[in-house]
């Protein structure tokens, strides 16, 4: 089904978050963050297209949404069957708890759309972004790892690409240790980009390069995002069309009819090119959970 897409009205810069029961979204790291019993929030994985889905709905509430309206204003394929919705409201369910009998989030109005229907509020203060890092983390141990990740980082910062594994069995600290670094990181290198991506069980079929899309979407929406946004509409549009809600339609339109025939291998060679370009002047530091 070939869609005429309408441009989003989204305020690109709005740093509100937004919650709801135990979640809070934020537009502007393009994250959703669930409170536990502690208080303390821990990041939720969902792929690219799934936030935007939420992220439409959630700014909605209470509004009934048809496929057709969710189709023109996200989806970035010229052709595309309704049915893929059901899938990224699928997706949504599994990740909130939802029940779509019983639905505490997300309706279903059968034939016609969907609705938010958990109550919500705003808040104003600003979200963190990637250059602001984790609380400081009391690790034991792990000096020599934090040596080893260092020296990869200053490599990296002189022009040598470098690639470090954190490996072991679960729950022994990978995440906490790689929040330490962050954190370190950032304070020994003000200029440095950082970008998360986490890779989620059951999507490498459906998205191969689910966390590095995340990753790079981050950094297309942290301070300075714009100039991402033109590295890769110039060198990498086969990832860029994964972002709809970054583009407006005609340029969303435009880049489609250059990517036509775009293959794998394409999207590999690009997002090498684009990253040459992105680190030309500032280290990139890109973390993968779960591989």
């Not at 260092?150 to 954190?166: K, T, Y």
């Not at 790079?216 to 995002?225: A, E, S, V």
């Not at 549009?237 to 970054?246: E, H």
């Not at 880049?255 to 280290?283: H, N």
């Amino acid at each position: 089904m070939k869609r005429d897409r309408g441009s989003l009205d989204w305020d690109s810069a709005r740093t509100s978050s937004i919650r709801f029961l135990e979640f809070r979204l934020d537009p502007a790291n393009h994250c959703l963050w669930r409170r536990g019993d502690s208080e303390e929030e821990a990041r939720v994985g969902l792929t690219p297209k799934a936030f935007d889905v939420l992220r439409y709905l959630v700014e909605r509430a209470g509004q009934l949404v048809n496929h057709n309206e969710l189709l023109d204003a996200l989806w970035a394929r010229d052709y595309v069957q309704p049915e893929v919705l059901k899938h990224q409201v699928l997706e949504l369910r599994k990740v909130l708890g939802d029940d779509a009998k019983h639905p505490r989030y997300i309706e279903t109005l059968p034939r016609r759309g969907y609705r938010f229907i958990a109550s919500i509020r705003d808040e104003i203060e600003q979200a963190p972004t990637a250059e602001v890092g984790p609380a400081k983390i009391l690790l034991v141990g792990r000096e020599e790892a934090f040596t080893e990740l260092h020296d990869g980082l200053a490599r990296a910062s002189q022009g040598q690409r470098q690639i470090a594994f954190v490996t072991g069995e679960a729950g022994i600290g990978k995440t906490a240790l790689l929040d330490e670094f962050h954190r370190r990181a950032v304070a020994a290198a003000p200029g440095l980009r950082i970008a998360r991506g986490q890779c989620i069980e059951g999507y490498g079929g459906q998205e191969p390069y689910y966390p590095l899309l995340e990753a790079l979407g981050q950094l297309c929406r942290d301070p300075g995002g714009d100039e991402i946004v033109k590295i890769l509409a110039a060198q990498a549009p086969t990832w860029l069309v994964q972002f709809p809600a970054l583009l407006k339609s005609e340029c969303r339109q435009r880049l489609q009819r250059e990517i036509q025939g775009g293959t794998r291998e394409r999207m590999l060679r690009e997002i090498t090119e684009a990253l040459e370009s992105i680190t030309a002047e500032r280290a990139l530091l890109i973390v993968l959970e779960d591989l």
